[in-house]
Every structure is written in structure tokens, then in C-alpha cells.
């Protein structure tokens, strides 16, 4: 079987520190993951490991069985995948529409001459107002991204992330500083907009992980120890005692 995203013995030292220690991971089309783990476990130097940012000290991050370790952040974009960050790259003085018509253009970007972007103008502008439409912001269409509330621009910034058509989306803690009922709208947003897609994020607000994946990856001491449905996970004694265990996670949880 060919995985979206798969994990095979990774490793990642900084100097002399080993931080990801041999982590494996076999995510399929379309499953929507959850990485949760203890702080300084590795969850984002695993995100930046898949996304091109760091380079592996060994193993192989493979898209869609391509090997994908050693090449830049924009190549493993233009292969599919996409990520977006906790620190918006949204343009403050460009409108919705421009924002996203940029996010649409410079996916395409990279094989057009001046004549055929010219001719595919009209299908950007048509997949900007498309995206405006997923995202619910049609109605601020030439508001200018500075001008949003908070919550509208990290909508904003996951219509760019989609905007290229990736087949996997990364997010980083998309829900980070949201009130509780901006965050389960967004929940339903991130669904209805990944339909078919292969979701990863990283995250600690324990409500948005069970509200949001169909499977979460344990990682902790730079290792996955589990990799499940979201119940089995919470079953699991491994998980429990390194995690889950804590009052603090279960009343995060809401108690389930
Ligand atoms: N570029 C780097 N150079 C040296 N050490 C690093 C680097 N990046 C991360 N580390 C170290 O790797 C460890 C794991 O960090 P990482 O940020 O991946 O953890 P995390 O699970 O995302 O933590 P948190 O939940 O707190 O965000 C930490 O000890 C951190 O100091």
C-alpha cells in the first residue's frame, strides 16, 4: 500500500542531542491526524522535518511513496503538500480576494510564461472566489486581511494553505488563541475544507484533537509510541502514563 505520508526510522540530532529517535508513521489518503505529545517531544521538529525545513540525520520522509528527504520546502510543496504556520503569511494590506489569488498564482507559478498566466488569469481569479466561498468569507471579500478579526484571518491563512489543491495539509496548532465557540466553528471548518484530503497538525488543546481526528499520533521522546483511533489512544496504559494520565489533559479533554 502506498501511504500519503509515511515515516520510516527517523532521526534528527542537533549537535550531539539525538531529538527524534527512530519515529515511524503510515498515514493513508484522506485520514485526518492529530499529533499530541509532551512539550519539547519533537512534534514540530517532525513538522519541520516533512515540510523540508530541517533535513533527517537519517531515515526517509516518503509523499505519496516519493521520497521526499533532502529537498527544499517549495518542491515538496509543488509535490503536494502544503503548511501552513502558527504565524500567519497572509499579506496585511492585500484584500481576501488578493490573498488568495496570490496563494492560487504562486502555487501555479512556477511553469508559466507571461502569455499562458495571462490566459489562466480568469481560472485563478474563479479558484480565489471558490476558496472565498470554503472558507466563509465572500462577504469581506475586499476587506484587507489587517482588517480582519482574528479568527476570519487564520481562516484566511487555511484558504492559502488549500489553495495550490495539496493533497496533504499540514496545520500548526490552527485553533491557537481562539475563544471556545470560534474554535468549534473552525473545527468544522478545517473539516469541511480537508474533505478527501490527508490532515496532520499539531496540537495541544486536547478538545480540538478529539473533536478533529480520526487518528492521533503519540509522540513522545522523539519516538510515535502510538498511532490509533482516538479512543484506543486513550485506552492505551503507554499513552496514559506518558501523556494522557495527567488531571491537568483530562480536564482539557472535557473529561470523555
Ligand atoms: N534548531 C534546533 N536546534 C537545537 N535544538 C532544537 C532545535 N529545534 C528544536 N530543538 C530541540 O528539540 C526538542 C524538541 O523540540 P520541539 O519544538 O520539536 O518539541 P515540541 O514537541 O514541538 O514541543 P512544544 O509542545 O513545546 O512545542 C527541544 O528540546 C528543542 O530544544
Request: charged share 25%; hydrophobic share 40%; aromatic share 8%.
Amino acid at each position: 500500500m502506498t501511504y500519503s505520508l509515511e515515516l520510516k526510522d527517523l532521526r534528527k540530532s542537533f549537535g550531539k542531542t539525538e531529538i527524534i529517535r527512530g519515529a515511524n508513521l503510515q498515514v493513508a489518503a484522506g485520514e485526518r491526524v492529530a499529533i499530541i505529545g509532551p512539550n519539547g517531544a519533537g512534534k514540530s521538529t517532525l513538522f519541520n522535518l516533512i515540510s523540508g525545513r530541517f533535513e533527517p540525520t537519517s531515515g526517509d520522509v516518503l509523499l505519496n511513496g516519493q521520497r521526499i528527504n533532502g529537498k527544499k520546502p517549495f518542491e515538496i510543496n509543488r509535490l503536494g503538500l502544503s503548511r501552513s504556520f502558527q504565524i500567519t503569511n497572509i499579506f496585511p494590506k492585500l484584500s481576501v480576494f488578493e490573498n488568495l489569488r496570490c496563494g492560487v498564482l504562486w502555487s501555479l507559478g512556477y511553469k508559466y510564461t507571461f502569455l499562458k498566466f495571462l490566459a489562466d488569469l480568469d481560472d485563478a481569479n474563479e479558484r480565489a472566489e471558490e476558496l472565498m466561498g470554503m472558507i466563509k468569507l465572500d462577504k469581506k471579500r475586499d476587506v484587507l486581511a489587517a482588517n480582519l478579526t482574528y479568527a476570519e484571518q487564520r481562516a484566511l491563512e487555511i484558504g492559502i494553505t488549500i489553495a495550490g489543491g495539496a493533497s496533504v495539509i499540514l496545520l500548526d496548532e490552527p485553533t491557537a488563541g481562539m475563544s471556545r465557540s470560534e474554535t468549534s466553528r473552525f473545527i468544522g471548518l478545517i473539516k469541511e475544507v480537508t474533505v478527501g484530503k490527508t490532515l496532520l497538525t499539531v496540537e495541544h488543546d486536547m478538545g480540538v484533537v478529539f473533536g478533529l481526528a480520526d487518528k492521533i499520533a503519540v509522540v513522545v521522546y522523539g519516538e510515535v509510541i502510538a498511532f490509533d483511533k482516538p479512543e484506543a489512544v486513550r485506552a492505551d496504559q503507554r499513552v496514559q502514563e506518558a501523556y494522557l494520565g495527567s488531571p491537568v489533559a483530562d480536564q482539557q479533554a472535557g473529561g470523555h
